[in-house]
């Protein structure tokens, strides 16, 4: 069984990977739907990808 250390690190990934899909999503729904580079499903599409994309960089990056 993997130690728990290891299942956060796993969890945390997966989830900043999932958080980032979902921002992609939103912006390719926003933008087939034709939003405009300020609508509502750009603005928040782009967060979502920040946060994930953010968050998954500091998962991968601090490997204590």
Excluded: K
């Excluded at 728990?4 to 900043?16: G, I, K, M, Q, S």
């Excluded at 739907?33 to 300020?38: L, S």
Aim: hydrophobic share 55%.
């Amino acid at each position: 069984m993997a130690a728990p250390d290891e299942v956060y690190r796993a969890v945390t990934r997966l989830f900043a990977v999932v958080i980032l899909g979902f921002g992609l999503a939103i912006l390719v729904v926003t933008i087939v739907n034709g939003g405009g580079p300020f609508s509502t499903g750009v603005l928040l599409g782009v967060v979502f990808c920040a946060l994930g994309g953010g968050r998954l960089y500091l998962a991968l990056r601090g490997g204590r």
